[in-house]
């Protein structure tokens, strides 16, 4: 009896696995371990079976954290390894310069800041790149290369001067895309057109310039780029005062009036084969062609924008009004005696004719 009744009160792990006739499995109802069971249907555990189960839960925390603590650490001790490698073995052996020699090698080398004996990848690509190509102005672009036996090579591409703006006395000589060249110049370059816009407002050599208009920065790079790009040569002069009414000179001879940049660009086709053909029927033609009309071209001997102000030379008739050629350019007094000299002269040989 009294073990019956420690049973009933105490039942052993064994005892309570059994099931009582009324609990039993319905059918279709999930086995095993996974099964789930309803809250009332769940017996209280015991204290010992408490204590065992925090203990397996602590367990398994230990393991996961320990996994944890040596994965992070081997992951720490190859970071080291590999800085140790790198700092020790990858050192720069040596720099070469290849590319456009505009600069010496020694000037180019103290621009990028790098020494032989540095560490080969500790330092920016990027950023060697933008120094060397603003410390020096006709350095156009510069590209870095690592070898894995130590060698650097920096490969140079020379920049050319392709516009040049009016400073006071002075030019500003700049590149496609508007850098500053040279500040001080004190004549143009050749292959480098006069650029009329407004006030120079900041130029830095190796900087973007600054002007009082500053839409006027992306006009220029604008025509810069769409002139290279088209392959339009001898363009000497570019002016951008009024967006809308751009001229450009060719050649130091002849004016093209271009009108807006949009019709520029619509009809820069036109105006680089008509330039080839004028230059190949008239080549020392002076004077202005008009293209601000889509695929038309009206030459003018004279450009009228360059004939509004009356020469000091200018010749009057007996009424006082300036004289002009066929194509309204004034004439001079010294073009007006010559033409009388030559007129009095055809007269007198055709009085001889007459007379003989």
């Keep these: 009896m009294d073990e019956r009744n420690r049973r009933r009160t105490n039942p052993s792990p ?3 696995t059994r099931r009582a006739p009324g609990n039993k499995r319905p059918s279709g109802a999930p086995a095993g371990r996974g099964a789930q069971r309803s809250p009332a ?4 555990m015991s204290r010992d079976e408490v204590r065992k189960a925090k203990y397996l839960e602590r367990r ?21 390894a590999v800085i140790i490698v790198i700092s020790v073995f990858f050192k720069i052996s040596s720099i070469k310069i290849t590319g456009d020699e505009i600069y010496s090698q020694e000037e180019i080398i ?7 004996g540095d ?25 870095v290369k690592r070898s894995p036996t130590g060698k650097v090579t920096l490969n140079v591409q020379a920049a050319t001067a392709v516009m040049a703006v009016e400073s006071g006395e002075e030019y500003v000589l700049l590149n496609a895309s508007c850098k500053v060249l040279e500040e001080h110049a004190l004549e143009l370059k050749e292959g480098a057109a006069w650029v009329k816009c407004s006030p120079v407002k ?5 900087t973007s310039l600054e002007l009082e208009r500053a839409e ?47 019709t520029f660009r619509d009809n820069i086709d036109f105006i680089r084969a008509t330039l080839e053909r004028q230059d190949e029927e008239e080549p020392s033609f002076t004077g202005a062609i008009d293209f601000t009309i889509t695929d038309r071209a009206f030459v003018n001997a004279v450009d009228e924008d360059e004939t509004t102000t009356v020469p000091a030379e200018a010749a009057t008739d007996e009424n006082g009004e300036y004289v002009t050629d066929e194509n309204g350019a004034y004439v001079t007094e010294a073009q007006t ?20």
Aim: charged share 30%; aromatic share 6%; glycine share 6%.
């Design 337 to 356: 005696e010559a033409e009388a000299e030559s007129t009095t002269s055809q007269q007198e040989e055709t009085t001889k004719k007459k007379a003989a």
């Design 216 to 262: 006027d920065i992306k006009m220029l790079t604008d025509i810069a780029g769409l002139i290279r790009d088209s392959s339009l040569k001898k363009i000497t002069g570019i002016n951008i005062l009024d967006y809308s009414y751009i001229k450009l000179n060719y050649d130091n001879r002849i004016n093209l009036k271009v009108g807006s940049f949009g």
């Design 14 to 16: 064994t005892d309570r």
């Design 110 to 116: 103290t621009a990028s800041g790098l020494k032989v």
């Design 41 to 44: 249907s769940r017996e209280p």
């Design 119 to 143: 560490n080969m990848f500790a330092f920016n690509k990027s950023g060697v790149c933008s120094e060397v190509e603003t410390r020096l102005p006709y350095v156009e672009k510069l590209s």
């Design 60 to 80: 398994r925390k230990r393991r996961r954290n320990k996994l944890i603590s040596y994965c992070v650490g081997a992951l720490l001790v190859l970071i080291v």
């Design 202 to 206: 900041s130029a830095v050599s190796g």
